[in-house]
């Protein structure tokens, strides 16, 4: 596709984004408040049951909310950590200025730390998720199942009363509907680079996922049901004949704005065309399952975030590495980029793994890529890239 037509593809998408902010503004000036998380454990369906605004705050790229951030959480700490409580204190972005409290999923250490900083510093009401450390079906399933279950009441009853609307069953219904359409539409474009011929490319529908960490919900689910119609029957002007190495990034997540090592591989002639991240397709797979109107959706919901492909701050790494595989074979990719921001323990500590069950499984070679949010070591990254892509061909 070229730029011209991705462009139009986009642009009703792109004037909501643009218009996202100042719709907040009024939305929060007649008394709705916007609940921010970070990871998406933090349970949008809750959110959205209690009247409140979701919005995850992936943003990432900014090397100057990674400084602001290092006067809370020690130097080398993650980026994503950092920026996140950096761009608060920042106070340059609108949504972070925007917030009213903040959902906190319990993962990594730097992570559980911000929600003391966002209350004591930044005067915030603080939700936290407790998530257990493994979901493993043969040791700790009950339990698990249980202990999430109880965190995701006590989430309902707290946003509630920080909404004054409770989140009733029926309103957690609606909600995740309305999250379990938006997934299927999402999984409908993550599938069509799976074809050489695809009308669109990955780099493009990660924007599109990101859009929707901003948009409303149901704004949202027009805007994907619009780029869907427009894609369908649409081929691509590259086609059968695009001779660019076919790569698959696993890793940390990539956020709004971190777009470094997307555009290196752009320039040096990889096409990323899948993913196992969590602000791309990993965390879709699986929809909140509704075992009908009557059932209790707080079932559903601790089914579908448990068990869910995991982040790797969760054991049961099993599940993690056969996804990658199945992924890897799917979309007939010819290596695979490992990318780990730096300090970033809960994927780097696994890479090895990742790395030799991908080689003994499909012979695909794994290039690894820790970096941060500055552009120091931007011509050291092309470098290695360069030279991956020579390894794997196309
Ligand atoms: S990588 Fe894991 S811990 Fe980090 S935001 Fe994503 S799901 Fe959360």
Redesign the pocket.
């Known amino acids: 596709m070229n730029n011209k037509a991705k462009d139009n593809l986009l642009h009703s998408l792109n004037i909501k984004l643009a218009e996202r902010p100042q719709k907040i503004a009024v939305a929060r000036e007649s008394g709705n408040k916007l609940v921010g998380y ?4 933090g349970t949008e369906e809750m959110i959205l049951a209690a009247n409140l605004i979701p919005i995850r705050l ?1 943003f990432g790229g900014d090397s100057e909310s990674i400084s602001a951030g290092e006067a809370f959480l020690k130097g080398h700490s ?1 980026p ?1 950590a950092c920026s996140s409580i950096g761009n608060k204190k920042l106070s340059i972005n609108d949504y972070y200025n925007s917030l009213d409290g903040v959902c906190i ?1 319990q ?2 250490d730097s ?1 559980k730390i911000l929600g003391d900083y966002y209350q004591n510093y930044f005067k915030l009401p603080v939700f936290p998720l407790g998530l257990p450390r493994t979901h493993n079906a043969l040791r700790s399933k009950s339990h698990a199942f249980d202990y999430f279950k109880n965190e995701l009441k006590l989430l309902q009853t707290r946003l509630g009363g920080f909404s004054g609307k409770t989140a009733t069953d029926f309103k957690m219904h609606q909600a995740i509907n309305l999250c379990n359409r938006i997934r299927d539409k999402l999984l409908f474009l993550y599938k069509l680079p799976q074809d050489r011929n695809t009308p669109i490319e990955w780099r493009q529908i990660l924007k599109i996922t990101q859009a929707g960490f901003l948009l409303d919900r149901a704004d949202y689910l027009k805007e994907l049901e619009g780029i869907e119609k427009a894609l369908r029957n649409k081929s691509s002007d590259k086609g059968l004949d695009d001779k660019r190495s076919r790569l698959m990034i696993v890793g ?2 990539i956020g709004i704005g971190d777009e470094k090592i997307l555009d290196i591989i752009e320039q040096t002639g990889g096409n990323i065309v899948a993913d196992c ?3 791309g397709s990993m ?1 879709l797979r699986k929809k909140v399952p509704t075992f009908g109107i009557l059932s209790a959706p707080i079932d559903g919901l601790t089914e579908r975030y448990l068990y869910n492909v995991p ?3 969760m054991i049961d790494k099993s599940r993690r590495l056969s996804r990658i595989v199945k992924t890897a074979k799917d979309y007939r990719v010819h290596g695979m980029v490992y990318y780990n921001l730096r300090s ?1 323990e ?2 780097r500590s696994e890479f090895k793994a990742i790395k030799d069950v991908l080689y003994r499984n499909l012979s695909i070679p794994t290039l690894l890529i820790e970096t941060d949010y500055s552009s120091e070591d931007k011509e050291e990254i092309t470098e290695k890239v360069k030279s991956f892509l020579k390894l794997v061909g196309g």
């Open positions: 970070f990871c998406p454990y992936a993650c994503y999923a993962t990594y992570m940390s997540l991240v969590c602000t965390f982040c790797p701050f970033n809960t994927w």
